[in-house]
């Protein structure tokens, strides 16, 4: 099958498919002897001879998943600039080069998805087709249901109107409320605008759900690689992704599931909203 030759580098470890393209423009990349400058390039992994700067790539390493729990005060990139602590710092024994599926502000914690796998992780975060992902979000002073209602339905942010959520009370508030928030969009510090919007700062915000994928009881600060049934559903989400972009019939009979399951998941929330989801003391 022909990919393109900077997805065939990227995927070998030896760069970011930007940094890819850059060595394919700087004519470092010569694929059966000849060099290569055009990005378009196709080539067939198996039978083509790709080499840069005169030297084989290494063979594509399998796909890869890893769930991170990060902890609070901690770039959520493999590097910074400003030499602070990194989540790759948290992976010690992954030797596959993964990348983050997006951000956790430096002041946010827990899940975060890391895969080698480029093309998989821009599906994922394709700004139209966002994945649903939860919060767990303790912010200040008691939340009125109009204000729930309010982030339901949206509230207008500087960069635009948001779209809908899901909202639910968790625990008992006292002085300051523990909320549940799902959002199907991926705005930057989306759930702190969010809450600003309605006068209720976020004072603390844990992702617990990507997708498919919980967080559960994965230590703060570790990593595990996920099993095989969540690597086929992020497979299987990336896959839908995929159709919505290529528009056919099939894409659109997806679309409509995925507005059913939305729908659904609003009206559980709904009618789970007055209950607390628990009693017990809500701590993260
Ligand atoms: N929304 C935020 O405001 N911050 C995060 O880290 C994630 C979502």
């Not at 394919?24 to 992994?45: F, S």
């Not at 198996?46 to 063979?59: C, F, I, M, Q, T």
């Not at 249901?145 to 635009?160: N, Q, R, S, T, Y």
Request: proline fraction near 5%; include cysteine; charged fraction near 30%.
């Amino acid at each position: 099958m022909e990919v393109r030759l900077q997805k065939v580098i990227a995927d070998s470890g030896l760069a970011s498919r930007r940094k890819a393209e850059e060595l394919i423009v700087q004519g470092r990349v010569t694929v059966n002897g000849q060099v290569v400058c055009e990005l378009g390039t196709k080539v067939n992994p198996e039978k083509d001879h790709v080499k840069v700067d005169g030297r084989h790539l290494k063979p594509a390493a399998p796909q890869t998943f890893v769930m991170l729990n990060k902890p609070k005060n901690v770039v959520s990139t493999m590097s910074d600039p400003g030499g602070r602590g990194t989540i790759a710092d948290l992976l010690p024994g992954v030797h596959v080069r993964v990348f983050p599926v997006g951000r956790l502000d430096f002041d946010s914690e827990g899940l975060m998805l890391l895969t080698n796998d480029g093309e998989l992780a821009q599906l994922l975060l394709h700004p139209r087709h966002h994945v649903p992902k939860t919060y767990l979000i303790k912010v200040k002073g008691m939340l009125a249901p109009e204000h729930i209602d309010a982030l339901e339905k949206g509230v207008m942010l500087d960069d635009g109107r948001t779209g809908p959520a899901i909202v639910k009370k968790v625990g008992k508030a006292t002085e300051n409320s523990w909320l549940e928030v799902t959002i199907f969009e991926g705005r930057k510090h989306q759930v702190k605008r969010m809450l600003d919007a309605v006068n209720h700062p976020v004072l603390k915000l844990k992702r617990v759900k990507f997708g498919p994928l919980a967080l559960g009881d994965l230590p703060t600060g570790h990593y595990r690689y996920l099993t095989d049934r969540e690597a086929n559903a992020v497979r299987e989400l990336a896959r839908e992704r995929q159709d919505v972009q290529a528009g056919g019939g099939q894409a659109r009979a997806r679309q409509a599931r995925l507005k059913r399951v939305r729908a659904k998941w609003a009206r559980n929330a709904r009618s789970s909203r007055q209950k607390t989801v628990s009693s017990k003391r809500v701590s993260i």
